[in-house]
Every structure is written in structure tokens, then in C-alpha cells.
């Protein structure tokens, strides 16, 4: 079945913000808000969880901290010791000193480029992704807010936009997709 | 909302509105480069070619063609990669430190410094390659298996250390820029009407499209990368250091080296960020964004790195007196008083004495003063790798091998070629690229922004908030800041104006301009820079028609200005006159 769409644009994030709020407490389901910048505060309202990348970026940290240590121990003590001056390098504590910055370096490595890869891709931004903001105007100064009749089925559509209008939308559009 | 308290000063002059911002930043990209633009690439690309050349003959003939000897073996080609490495500091300290200690003023520059930061990587990153001699052999810092059994490299040394940090700074700085650059790119792809930029536009945007969720990864990103990059950004200067310090040559080998490379890192790239911005921000008209207040943060900070250096200076001097150790007593009292006397006595000069005068207010305020320490600060700072590298080595235990260096003109070449390869990168980038981050800089407009500030409770006519920030005439320090944000922007003191004083204003606007109706009225809003508020402005005012607008000139959009008090000077660099005139003639045909 062909859904639709309505788009409700405004020219403040704080008008869209306090709209949420009521049409939220009525039982609307907003799908989704675009904006040119970060809304602080929207998230809770129309329902989105916190993202967990910084739990993937402390995961992808200590592979690069563990990939490090089984590295250089292999490289430096296991495969070819080297003999420094006569300085004791049989195990890995005794040389661990002089491994700690590359141990550092690389753990910060993996723990940035892990989660921006992670990042590109659960957003789908990659090279050549087509925009899907619905008006261009969204990632200059305008804020649309996204209901599906679908998610909303307990409201007819000119019962959502009439709540819509209440709350200072400067436009409003209805699509099929 | 952040709130901010009524007596900071405003980080945006001016009634800037979101549209203003992506407006002011998006149009030196969208308009044709000036002429300057052109004139200024040429130069920098010319320069940067000659340096491409001397490196090329330097691969063919090999490092035997710079001006080293037996006694001095590094000399500029190491002092040209710390330098350039330490002005490569600021970028990622302004966007990650700041960003983790909550600075908004920030948001104005972090972007052009970040690439500042990586053009100044890649040209630090291309002594070391071109010093190998044979570059194509580069691969070789890598600990790949390889023909010669298990031979890997060594991961005792520091100069090892300093592949990893240098190449793991220069990927971790990249992405951070490029993760904060993709939503403006969709703001320029959104705007573009040509076809091959809005297709370069979206291929760089990766497809943002602004949703909830993707700006709450946004944060979350910018937030942990910020962490990364905060221990990164000092990890690598220390790491520099350790090329020196972990050596036994009196002079270098000192534990103070890592705070004191550091510090020196972020006062040099503090200093470049000013002389390019100052040029960049009259350059682009970013004057509102970028103006006193900032340079005066970014002096403040070029004062107390400054001065962490000049401790450090002394605190080397006697320390090689007090250790009592011969060489090392001889390595400070030989760079003072020595045949390099005059590279010490500039880097003392440049680097100890220049960022003091950021005490008085007056000066730190001053952008051509400014602009002046910042060129003073990084030629001090040149000076200072400089003694470090050459006067430790030219006399070193052997009296009979003590010497001097004499650049070739190679050496010269190739230093001057990578600071025009530098100015390359960066007008390419001022060219083509947001050179705000325009995403932040919207966020702080509500908080921060002059007329928000100054009026916060005119923008929230339907949601009263008692505990709104009001310019309190109480607190005097809230006048005078008032006062001096009035003196700067004279055009804003016409807000004030009586009814009557409008109505007859109107009167003689309407006058000139001829009489205009209702039923007659165009679509004002097809004009570059009228929006639907403006509109009914100037239909309040009596304007109605392109005809009306067409015959506006200088007098009268100074009559609007005062009227509509909305967007001084507005009006008259858009040209309305002339775009009403087009619109006249299109609709005639």
C-alpha cells in the first residue's frame, strides 16, 4: 500500500520543538526531523535512542591497543630480538616502555577511523548516496518534520495537518511514496 | 538551549538570521573568484612549483645537494618539518580541546584552522619522505615482511615513534574535518544551481540529508574524536621531541623537551591561524564572525603558550649551568654567545619578548597589531628549531670537525617551495570549500548571535521565558559591553527609531520612489535577499512592486535600512535596484 507523507516546515527550531512536544503528547508519531544543524533536545521528544558509537569506539580502541601489544611483541621479542647496548630485551615488560607510544598512537588510530567508517556507513552517507531531504532549503534555515499516515493511523490526514497548523508551520505538503 | 550570560560578548555582530550565515559563507564559493584570488594562486602555485623542482633534482642528484657536512647533519630540511609540524598544532587544538572544554568561539574558526592543520602535515610530512633520499623506498618504515628474513623495523627508536604519530595525526585530523565538512557541503549542494558543482557537491556530501538520528551520531562522533584527537594532538609534538631528546648530543638531550615542543607547537600554530585568518576574514566579508573577540581569545592563548616557552628557555639555560655538566654548560653558553649568536638573540626576541605585549589589552585587540606579532611569532619560531638543530651540532666533542652550515640554494627552495605549495592548498580550499562550519556556527546563533542577545525576548513573542537573558541596565558591565558592540557596528544604533520619526521616513522613501498599491503587487520575494518577513517590511513601508524597487539608490536603501533596521547594508550589496530591474525586464517579454 503507498503511504503518505506529510511535511511540516518551519523556520525556527524552537517553534519545532515546542510543536513536537504537543503533538507528541496527543499521540502523534513523527518519523523523522530535518534540520541544517543539531537540535538539542529533539532526540528524547520524537523518539530517538542515544547512538551507542562511542561503546563501538571504545571496542575498536582496545583492537587496536591488543593488535599493538601482540604486534610488537612478536616483531621485537619473539621474531628478532634486538640486542640495544646489551639492555635487557628477552620479554615483553622489560622493552614495554619504548612501546607505549606506538601502542598509544595506534589504539587511537583504530578507535577514530573504526568508528567514522561505522559512522559512514549505519548512516548510509557514503560517495555517490543521493540526498533524501525532502526541500533543499532544510540545510540552509528550515526544519521539516516528517509524519507518516501509516505510523499514524488513530488521525486522518486533515486531522494532523489542522494539529500541524496549530503549531506555527509555515508549510505543509502532503506526498504519496 | 545553551544559555549564555548577558555580559559575554556576542560571538555574531550584526541580525544575522540562519539564511545570513549559509548566505555569507556559501557566496565567495558561488560567485566568481576575484581577481586578488587569481593573482595570489598564481604566485603561491609558481612558488610552489619552483619547490617541486628543487625536490625533483634533489631525488635525481641525491641529499648530498643541501648544505650539510660531516659535522652538521641535519639541518634545515629537520627544521623546516618541525616547524611545519608545530603549526599544524593549532587546528586540531582549537576544534578538539576547545570542543571538550565547551569554547563557542570555536565554532568560527575551527574550520579553517583544521586545514591549515593538514596542509601544514603534508608539508611536514614531505621532508622526512624527501630526506630518505630515495623516496620510493618509503614503504620501508612499515613493518611489512620483507626479503631479508624477519628483519622489521625498529620499534625502539623514536624516529619510528614519529611515522606512527605523524601519519596516525594526519588521518585522525583528515576524517575530523571531512566529518564535520560533509553536512555543509549538502548546504552548498542544496544551493547549487549549475550542474557540475551541485554533482561535485553531492558526490562530496556522501548524501546527507539532516536527519535526527545522523546529527545524533554527528555529536556523538565529534565528541569522541575530539577525545582521540585531544591526547593525539599533544602525543605528537612529544613524540617530535623524543627525535631529540632520546639522542646524547648535549643540547638536545633534555627531559623538558616534550611539554616545551609542545607549547612552542601551539604558540607557532596559534600565530599562523592569525595571519591567514586576519587576511581570510576581509577577504570573504566574515567580519561578524570572525572579529575582536576572537583575535583577542586566540592572543590569549599565544600570550600563555608564549610565555610556557620562555620559562621553558630559562629554565634549559640554567639548568645546563646547574647540572654542571661541561658539554651541556657549553652547548647554551656556544648558542648565546656563539657564531649563531643572531638566530638566538631573533628566536629570544620573537618568541620571549613579542607575546608579552599581549598583556595590554589595547594591543591584544589590535588586528594589524596582530597580524604583525603572528608573522614576528612564526619567524621565531622557525629560529628556534633552528639553534636547537644547527648550533647543537656545528661544535660538537672534536674541535677539529667544528663547523658551520651554509644553506645551497636547494635548501632555500625547497622551503620556500612548500610554503607555496601551503598557500596553494589553502586558497583551493577558501575557493571551493565552507570555510565555516556553518552547521555550528547556526547553533550558537540563538545564544550568541548580537541581536539575540540583545533583544532575546523579541524572538520568543509565544513562549515567554521569564529566565531569558536580559541586557540588564543594572549591570554596567553589560552597558559597556553594549556601548562597545555599538561603537563597532554603527549602522545598529538606527534600531530606536519613534513611530513618527518612521512614518515620515516612509513618507519621503514612498516620494522618491513613487506610489505603489496592493493589487498591483509583485512577488518581492523572487529578489536575492528578501525574504517573506522582509516582504511584508516593505509592504508595510509601501512597497509593492519591482518598478518601485528599481529605482532605489544609495540614499534610499540607507532611508530602508533605518526603517527596517533588519539587515544594514543589505539591500545595497545584493543590488536590488538592479535584480528588480531584470525581474521588470523578464516579465515585460
Known sequence: MADKVIYAMYDDDDVLKDGAKKLVSK?????EVFSPFPIHGIDPIIGIKNTRLGIMAFLYGLVGLTLATVGMRFFMIVDWPMNIGG????????????FIPITFEFTVLCAAHGMAITYLIVNKTLPGMPAQNPDPRTTDDKFVMELRLSENTSFSSSELEKMLKDTGVIELDLKEI | MHKEAAIREPLILGHK????????????IEDKAPRTWYILFAIALIIGLYGVGCILYLLGTGVGVWGLNKTIGWAWDITNFVWWVGIGHAGTLISAVLLLFRQKWRMAINRSAEAMTIFAVFMAGLFPLIHMGRLWLGYWVLPLPNQFGSLWVNFNSPLLWDVFAISTYLSVSLVFWYIGLIPDFATIRDRAKKPIPKRMYSMLSFGWSGRAKHWNRFETVSLVLAGLATPLVFSVHSIVSFDFATSVIPGWHTTIFPPYFVAGAVFSGFAMVQTLLLVMRKAMGLEAYIHKKHVEYMNIVIMVTGSIVGTAYITELFISWYSGVEYEGYAFFNRATGPYWWAYAAMMTCNVVSPQLMWFKKLRTSLLFTFIISIVVNIGMWFERYVIIVTSLHRDYLPSSWSMHFPSHIDIGVYVGTIGLFFVFFLLFARFFPVLALNEVKSILKSSGESYKNAPDKHHNDDPTPDAPKVEAASPAAEEVKKEIKSEVPKAKSKGLSAEEKKAKAGVLISKLGEGSAETKDDLKVISGVGPVLEGKLNEIGIF????????????????????SSFPGRAERDDWAGQAKELMNKSNS
Request: proline share 4%; glycine share 4%; charged share 30%.
Open chain 1, 27 to 31: 499521540g502523534v508519531k513523527i518519523n
Open chain 1, 87 to 98: 639492555k635487557p630485551s628477552m620479554t615483553y615488560m622489560d622493552n614495554m616502555l619504548a
Open chain 2, 17 to 28: 538570521t540562519y539564511h545570513d550565515i549559509t548566505e555569507d559563507v556559501c557566496r565567495p
Open chain 2, 545 to 564: 512592486t519591482y518598478g518601485q524597487v528599481s529605482k532605489m539608490t544609495k540614499d534610499e536603501y540607507d532611508l530602508l535600512d533605518e526603517l527596517t
